[in-house]
């Protein structure tokens, strides 16, 4: 059998659509690649004939979609000749750019709001050795103060206003499409900052008008009720939920986010919590995925357009996991519906709770 090509990353994989040349040095974790995975059993939960993929972004490097932009951005960052990066960051972009800035070399600093970031983030900011500074305010209010930074000290912003990032995570689409041999008829993504279901629309435009499909999905994006921008109409000053990753009520691709929606004829619309965190859990335990909960909104509001038919049968539907459940840990024990059995370390008692639980 011949060995398979050795993947190193989603930048030498496209580099024939990203704005890269042949001297490019190129600061790669080797992410993108992401399995798409069929969901079986909340199909045939929801008697209906969807089917419904998940294209698990938790599973890149540093666990979420966000190395596939901050891959790109820190290659630029560099072959400009910068030596330091900045963002703002509900924690995902704050990880991927400590990571990739250790990778390349350069300084990452990384402004984070207080005590409303996942745990897991935060230990990976501290061990990539990011400058992490939390302020007490939101993200929003870091995301203003970062552009204001970018004008007085010489760093490069990596947030998703930097144009490379929306590059690099337009191959999300891409590899999709190669799956599917198609692009789904609907593509329901979490939508915080709007970075994300802007670059996805950009990537599958891209192959429409390169003739590689002949096909574009609904864009359907879905925001956390207490941080629902989209949904109001109009930016929204204190937005609150538990899915910390979109905490967000000033999102700054909002012209394009509305541009996707509108130009796919898809729509927005909002989750609560609770829906959120009962779809994460049941993701977990019915398809054995874990996402974190900003991540569960895509399918949470996929699920309930599929029971009230707003997305038809026949059609062939692709959520986007944005991030992996363990990078927060706490918000999944904290609702964690099954006990936890303490027992004595002997035989008859271990038994013994075994037997009471056989299903
Ligand atoms: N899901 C997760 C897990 C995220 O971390 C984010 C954004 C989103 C969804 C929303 O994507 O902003 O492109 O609409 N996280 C950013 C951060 C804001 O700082 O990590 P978006």
């Known amino acids: 059998m011949p060995f398979r090509e050795r993947y190193t990353g989603l930048i030498n994989k496209y580099r024939d659509r990203l704005p890269i040349s042949d001297d490019t040095r190129v600061i790669s974790l080797g992410e993108g690649n992401t399995p798409l995975i069929r969901l079986n059993n909340i199909p045939r939960m929801l008697e209906k004939n969807v089917d419904i993929y998940v294209k698990y972004e938790g599973l890149n490097p540093t666990g979420s979609f966000k190395d596939r932009g901050m891959t790109l951005a820190v290659t630029k960052a560099v072959e400009e000749g910068s030596n330091a990066i900045i963002c703002a960051s509900t924690g995902n972009t704050s990880a ?15 402004l984070i709001p207080d005590g409303k970031i996942a745990m897991g983030k935060l230990a990976q900011a501290i061990m990539h050795g990011a400058v992490v500074v939390q302020i007490k305010g939101n ?72 003739g590689i499909v002949n096909n574009r999905p609904k864009m359907l994006g879905y925001q956390a009720a207490g941080a629902a921008p989209f949904l109001r109409k109009e930016m929204v000053d204190n937005p609150e939920t538990v899915a910390t990753a979109i905490r967000i009520g000033h999102p700054q691709s909002w012209d394009k986010a509305w541009n996707a929606q509108t130009d796919s004829n898809g729509w927005f619309d909002e989750c609560s919590d609770e829906l959120i965190l009962e779809t994460q859990a049941l993701l977990a335990k019915r398809e054995g995925i874990f996402c974190e909960p900003a991540s569960a909104a895509s399918l949470a509001g996929c699920i309930r357009d599929v029971k009230s038919g707003k997305i038809p049968e026949g059609n062939k539907i692709v959520c986007t996991l944005t991030g992996h459940g363990l990078k927060d840990p706490d918000t999944a024990i904290r609702q964690a519906s099954t006990e936890i059995l303490t027992v004595n370390a002997n035989l008859a008692e271990v038994k013994k709770a075994i037997m009471n639980n056989m299903g």
């Open 139 to 210: 993200f929003d209010e870091g995301m203003q103060l970062v552009k204001e930074i970018g004008k007085e000290v010489p760093v490069t912003i990596v947030n998703s206003i930097n144009p490379y990032r929306l590059q690099g995570q337009k191959t999300a689409a891409f590899e999709i499409v190669e799956e599917l041999e198609c692009a789904p008829d609907y593509h329901c993504l979490p939508v915080g900052n709007a970075g994300n279901i802007s670059a996805h629309w950009m990537g599958y435009c891209e192959y429409f008008e390169h």
């Open 96 to 110: 991927a750019a400590a990571a990739y800035a250790a990778r390349a070399g350069i300084t990452a600093f990384v």
